[in-house]
């Protein structure tokens, strides 16, 4: 019962934003013997009962009284030793690893601990005067425990400090605040620790006069923004690729101003803020165009890693916004939580005195205490072949661009499911997204024959993620008839989305990809054009959909002569038919009924006979499929030596010369 219990608290905490930041707290049960915390590497919203560690509580009393070294990694090495040691069996076969603060869980007299640093708790644990604060507001219900380096020594801080509350009170203390830390809530039921949440917020929120703007700002100029993200994003990693997000608000805009106002953001509030965001963000003054400020940053990236030994992975920039970067979209998304965390805090604490962040001992000590490195570790695992890699994909909301997507994600490639059918392109997104948890996938709704249309999924895809590295171009129509039945619009509207849109399309991605290029010159990006067979050979009575892919074709070795020198590789594949998918098999608008309607087939009674004549027509005799155009896709982006290429797909019924 307690820990279905237990679980169930968890999540809720876990899952509300106001108590729980980017996965952190943690939370326990215990009896007399047993207690259960939670182990590394969950995440409170989600956490189910194989997420907790079980440990010997005898074992575990026997830590406080231990004498450790004196040498800070010493001592904090030699008591997770002893604290793995103390873990049940079965636990420790598995190798689950408890939260850093068991020891802390343990000295509470009762069943359920709650641990959480929510911004409203932080911005008094914060503040220059949050003891003398909580005192005021808490009285005897509180235990403030200042400062100390987390571990070992902070149970012991907090071991003493309980024991002499209950010894001048006469009753054991179930809040407990940490300086630059968070809050502990304990109670012997999960309906006690609610109400016991209830009231630290309520007189929290009674002190604080109004609440930060944090709401994402739509007067900020994301031109500029637009414009220096892939310049942030090739700073930050010039080899691998990178998320980079940005993030701007009204409440953030009161620190942008000038250093001055920055200060209270320059140093971090507690150790998560280090863990995930790393000790201190770079600071730039914008320059007075969109070139200066870009090179300003590489100035100052350059700087930063020379005084760091590391990348910073936020960068505020006066008068514009935050830059937010790291290796996955998940990780920047966790930064950024943390940035606005930390804004937050800066702002409550200053309601209730002034700010005041972790000292220098402290973050010295975060920075190289091997229980966060392992937390943070935790987080950059997950390497697959295209991870990081954003690729769009254009008419992918079914059909063969549905099947390259999903199997892009399935690679740990970003995808932007671009498609003139939004609702389809937010059913393929939601299903890539639940099925690869690594990936992400973005629907945008896009007219490729539209200008305005296809920059704004380009602005969109790079305020999502930082930049492009692959742009497919897929999306197409076919209208079969012979010269006499083909009416000027359908042969138009065929050569307007077969070939006048990947112009258009390529002309804007390669913007992006040129800026990249510029501050990353040994950085491969990749255009690819998905042709068709007919793009090689004519087709009889389907002269429109053959003559825009010839068209492709020249377009795909004029724009890879064109883009070489930003190591821009233009290439095209074409496939087969894909008789599975709904441009062929369609009952409506399909190639197999247009066929049959047209007499491309001779003695054809039914869309059968015309699938069966087509397939007779492949030396491998079935048709091509989305894996078979993946992995020329792949094969493509791995190699760096071809350019200007037109790779068949055919199942050998087209070969090159």
């Not at 905490?13 to 943690?26: E, F, H």
């Not at 571990?151 to 003493?160: N, R």
């Not at 940005?246 to 920055?262: G, I, N, R, V």
């Amino acid at each position: 019962m307690g820990l279905n219990e237990l679980v169930g608290m968890s999540n809720k905490y876990g899952s509300n934003t106001d108590y729980v930041i980017a996965g952190g707290g943690n939370t326990s049960y215990k009896d007399d013997s047993v207690i259960y915390v939670k182990s590394s590497g969950n995440t409170l919203s989600d956490i189910t009962q194989d997420g907790f560690v079980a440990l010997d509580r005898m074992k575990l009393s026997i830590i406080y009284d231990k004498e450790y070294s004196k040498s800070d990694d010493e001592r904090e090495a030699s008591a997770l030793e002893d604290l793995m040691a103390s873990r049940l069996v079965k636990d420790a076969i598995a190798g689950k690893r408890p939260s850093v603060e068991t020891l802390l869980h343990n000295l509470f007299p009762f069943s359920y601990v709650l641990h959480i640093h929510p911004s409203l708790v932080n911005g008094l644990t914060c503040s220059f005067d949050g003891a003398s604060i909580c005192d005021e507001l808490f009285g005897e219900s509180a235990v403030w425990i200042d400062e100390t380096k987390p571990g070992y020594k902070l149970a012991k801080e907090c071991e003493s400090a309980l024991f002499d509350h209950k010894r001048f009170c006469g009753i054991d203390a179930q809040i407990l605040f940490i300086q630059n830390h968070g809050v502990f809530f304990a109670a012997d039921t999960c309906d006690e620790i609610d109400k016991l949440v209830e009231s630290v917020f309520l007189k929290l929120k009674e002190t604080v006069s109004n609440e930060p703007d944090i709401i994402e700002s739509a007067e900020t100029d994301y031109d500029s923004v637009f414009t220096l993200l892939p310049v942030v994003r090739m700073l930050y990693n010039p080899q691998l690729p990178s998320t980079v997000l940005f993030y701007s608000s009204p409440a953030a805009q009161e620190f942008l101003k000038d250093a001055s106002s920055f200060a209270p953001l320059m140093r971090p509030f507690t150790p998560d803020h280090i863990v995930y965001c790393r000790a201190f963000p770079l600071f730039i003054e914008r320059g007075s165009t969109d070139d200066e400020t870009a090179f300003l940053l590489k100035k100052a990236f350059e700087a930063y890693a020379e005084d760091y030994g590391y990348k910073p992975k936020v960068i505020a920039v006066t008068g514009l916004g935050f830059f937010i970067c790291n290796n996955s979209k998940k990780n920047a998304d966790i930064v950024k939580s943390l940035l606005i965390d930390s804004i937050k805090i800066a702002y409550y604490a200053a309601c209730f005195s002034h700010p005041r962040n972790m000292s220098d001992e402290l973050c010295e000590f975060i920075i190289g205490w091997e229980a966060e490195s392992y937390r943070a570790g935790l987080s950059e695992k997950g390497a697959h072949r295209l991870s990081g890699k954003v690729a769009i994909i254009t008419g992918s909301a079914q059909g063969f661009g549905k099947g390259i997507a999903e199997r892009l994600a399935a690679e740990g490639a970003y995808t932007v499911i671009a498609d003139i059918n939004y609702e389809g392109a937010s059913i393929c997104s939601q299903q890539i997204n639940e099925k690869y948890k690594y990936a992400f996938a973005l629907p945008v709704k896009v007219n490729v024959t539209d200008e305005k249309s296809v920059e704004s999924m380009i602005k969109t895809t790079v305020m999502n993620f930082g930049g492009i590295d692959i742009f497919i171009n897929n999306a197409g129509i076919v209208r079969a008839g012979s010269l006499d039945e083909m009416s000027f619009e359908s042969f138009s509207l065929v050569t307007g989305i077969n070939y006048s849109a990947y112009f258009l399309c390529a002309k804007y991605a390669s913007k992006v990809m040129k800026r990249q290029y510029e501050f990353a010159p040994d950085y491969y990006t990749d255009i690819i054009e998905i042709n068709s067979k007919s793009g090689l050979t004519g087709s009889n009575k389907n002269f429109a959909y053959a003559g825009s892919k010839f068209g492709g074709i020249g377009l795909t070795q004029s724009f890879a002569l064109e883009l070489v020198q930003y190591n821009i590789k233009v290439n095209a594949i074409c496939p087969g038919n894909f008789f599975e998918g709904p441009l062929w098999s369609d009952p409506e608008k399909g190639l197999f009924i247009q066929y049959l309607k047209a007499g491309k087939v001779p003695g054809a009674n039914s869309v059968e006979d015309v699938k069966k004549y087509y397939e007779e027509k492949i030396p491998m005799k079935r048709g091509c499929r989305p894996e078979d155009v993946v992995k020329a896709i792949l094969y493509i982006i791995d190699q760096k030596y071809e350019t200007g290429q037109a790779l068949p797909v055919t199942g050998g019924q087209v070969m090159l010369n």
